[in-house]
């Protein structure tokens, strides 16, 4: 018997009134909380609703720098969902606000980095839950189709290794007369083209990625970016004349190979399963060269650093793990590196699937997720991990 499907997808404008909602701008400490100046390009949220007989799965794509729990359970409150059927995942961009200011475990202020705000939360959760209501207003009979293929020479390893996760994967969701409705684009790279001194607010280079393909692929189109294992890696985006021409060639350049993968992708069976694990996460503590680094970006003291990790990091995280098709989706609450991607791919491949997407700060956000190596290793990534050496190989 075949597999009944029906998929819904919206987008909606998330950008906050800076008139009303005070608002900092996250993604660099240097910019000191200081709010933005205005806005570049308008922040979105994108949302794929699928359904079958037996659940009803709900993926948000936001134009946000990270997703911390309390947002992820007051939209599944607001929906009735159980913890397995939301998958909501930041593209990273550096400059959005500061989503820290929907973290409320987020009540102490330091210079760099931004404070909980109600009113932000209150604005992020009524907006993306309408987007998600729209969505399922729009539900339709619909095919899935699939393919990933590695991408050289686009990503590279920032701290100092060769190993990149080089593989876009993609899912494209058509009606049953093959017209599309949306896609899926997973790709590991760090939205940072723009640095500290860029002071509005944009989707940098995903938001060049999303609005072409929607621009392209018709009205209606809805088009959702994921990253993937990208807290080791940067894009190679060396080419233009300032920050702005590189965020738009280097989006465009991703639209380009996008496009051809989901004008190239191969029809799948309309599977859907979605799980939820919760992992206890090993005692949060302050990696020993914190204050050397990212306290010193940070602005905090060394004193309030044990008190910090502890009050910020939670007990337990998710993992999530959606299959569609013959896609399997891992996401992870924070930023993992390339190495634990490349992992989890194998481990999804030897399970059955035949591609696997790792995806990055989805439902909940514990910092870097570092292997033990790297973690001893140190640099900037490995003192914004802040449960210890074990965290990696836990997760």
């Not at 075949?2 to 008139?19: E, Q």
């Not at 990149?164 to 993609?170: A, E, F, G, Y």
């Not at 940098?204 to 990625?209: K, N, S, T």
């Not at 380009?256 to 069976?269: F, G, N, S």
């Amino acid at each position: 018997m075949r597999t009944r499907l029906k998929v819904g997808a919206s987008k909606l404008d998330i950008t906050p009134d800076l008139s009303k909602i005070r608002i900092q701008l996250g993604g660099y400490g240097a910019r000191l909380n200081m709010p933005p100046k205005g806005v570049h390009d308008p922040i979105y949220a994108r949302v794929l609703v699928l359904e079958d007989a037996n659940q009803q799965v709900v993926l948000i794509a936001l134009d946000h720098l990270l997703v911390p729990d309390s947002l992820t359970r007051r939209v599944r409150e607001a929906l009735n969902l159980r913890p397995e059927q939301l998958f909501i995942s930041a593209s990273h961009t550096h400059c959005a606000p500061d989503s820290m200011g929907l973290n409320e475990r987020m009540r102490f202020p330091l210079p760099g980095v931004g404070t909980f705000n109600p009113d932000f939360l209150q604005f992020t959760t009524e907006r993306v839950v309408q987007a998600v209501q729209q969505a399922r207003q729009s539900l339709r009979d619909a095919q899935l189709a699939t393919l990933s293929e590695a991408l050289p020479n686009l990503n590279r390893n920032r701290r100092g290794r060769r190993l990149v996760d080089p593989t876009m994967s993609v899912l494209k969701v058509s009606d049953r007369r093959d017209r599309t409705m949306a896609v899926l684009v997973v790709y590991a790279a760090h939205p940072t083209i723009y640095s500290h001194t860029m002071m509005e607010v944009s989707a940098e280079f995903p938001g060049v990625l999303q609005n072409r393909l929607e621009r392209e692929l018709g009205a209606g189109v809805v088009a959702l970016y994921m990253n993937g294992a990208q807290g080791d890696v940067s894009p190679v985006a060396d080419a233009g004349k300032d920050d702005h021409d590189r965020v738009q060639r280097y989006g465009n350049l991703l639209y380009d190979h996008a496009l051809r993968l989901v004008k190239q992708a191969h029809p799948v069976p309309a599977l859907l399963k979605a799980r939820q694990v919760q992992v206890t996460l090993p005692e949060a503590q302050p990696h020993p060269e914190f204050q050397e680094s990212a306290g010193r970006e940070y602005k905090i003291p060394e004193a309030l650093l044990k008190q910090i990790a502890n009050q910020l990091m939670p007990p337990s995280a998710p993992i999530n793990t959606i299959a569609i098709g013959d896609l399997l989706l891992v996401g992870f609450p924070g930023e993992l590196i390339s190495s634990i991607g490349l992992q989890t791919r194998e481990l999804g491949q030897e399970a059955g699937y035949r591609r696997v997407a790792p995806v990055a700060l989805v439902n909940d956000w514990v910092g870097y997720i570092l292997t033990k190596h790297e973690y001893h290793k140190g640099g900037y990534e490995a003192t914004v991990s802040f449960n210890g050496p074990e965290l990696g190989g836990r997760i």
